[in-house]
């Protein structure tokens, strides 16, 4: 149990299109999911807390009109980086809590972007 | 604000040798705190999960040591194998609900 799921694994797209990324959990509902950003060799940092049907709660730096969240159901939330750069491109990393089990988060696999 | 720091940052060690990754975060005031492996290019597996009230988890060859008040937590991992080989990433929960904060990670290498 507790499967999360990201859509697309890899996505290599030119400078200045637009990237949804989704992610789903398979077999939970999921009242709050997290987006982190991952850098060659360097650690997660998270980019946002989205709670379902509410606004996505954005960490300090991160553009919020550049990285869209979007959480309309309990098991799917999707980001969307949009005008991509080259500077952009890193490995995203969902994951999902529920609100019956709130200390434990559920990862998904990533997704690599890389902006051309 | 919270801040977590592993040491070291890369361990390279022969097969069999026993394995002692450092973490360390500045807020004591924790929910609790995970660790994970991460293979190259592969998302998060979790390790083990420890709770601010115990001391300590136990897993197989791994076992995860929680100190909270001097902010301190160790994972062994006994008889290293080459597949032990990827990166560890410490992470503090500071409140049911809360985000996640992760430490830079070790990344480590066992040598056949």
């Known amino acids: 149990g507790a499967v999360v799921s990201q859509h697309p694994s890899r996505v290599i797209c030119k400078s200045g299109t637009s990237v949804k990324i989704e992610c789903r959990s398979l077999?939970?509902?999921?009242?709050?999911m997290f987006w982190y950003r991952q850098f060659p060799k360097q650690s997660l940092m998270l980019m946002a807390t989205s709670n379902e049907g509410s606004k996505a709660t954005y960490e300090q730096g991160v553009e919020k009109d550049k990285f869209l969240i979007n959480h309309a159901s309990l098991t799917l939330s999707t980001l969307t980086v949009t005008s991509a750069h080259p500077e952009d491109s890193s490995f995203y990393i969902c994951?999902?809590?529920?609100?019956?089990?709130?200390?434990?988060?559920?990862f998904g696999p990533g997704t690599r972007l890389t902006v051309l | 604000k919270q801040e977590v720091t592993q040491i070291p940052a890369a361990l390279s060690v022969p097969e069999g040798e026993n394995l002692v990754l450092n973490c360390s975060f500045t807020d004591s005031a924790i929910y609790n705190l995970q660790w994970f492996r991460q293979d190259p290019g592969k998302g998060l597996t979790s390790l083990l999960l420890?709770?601010?009230?115990?001391r300590e988890q136990t897993s197989g060859r791994l076992n995860a040591s929680l100190d909270k008040s001097s902010g301190r937590s160790t994972l062994y991992i006994a008889a290293s194998q080459p597949g032990d080989s990827a990166t560890y990433l410490c992470a503090v929960h500071e409140a049911a609900g809360n985000k996640l904060t992760f430490g830079g990670g070790t990344r480590v290498l066992v040598k056949p």
């Open positions: 077999d939970f509902q999921a009242t709050t």
């Open positions: 994951s999902a809590q529920t609100s019956t089990k709130a200390d434990t988060q559920y």
């Open positions: 420890i709770q601010s009230s115990q």
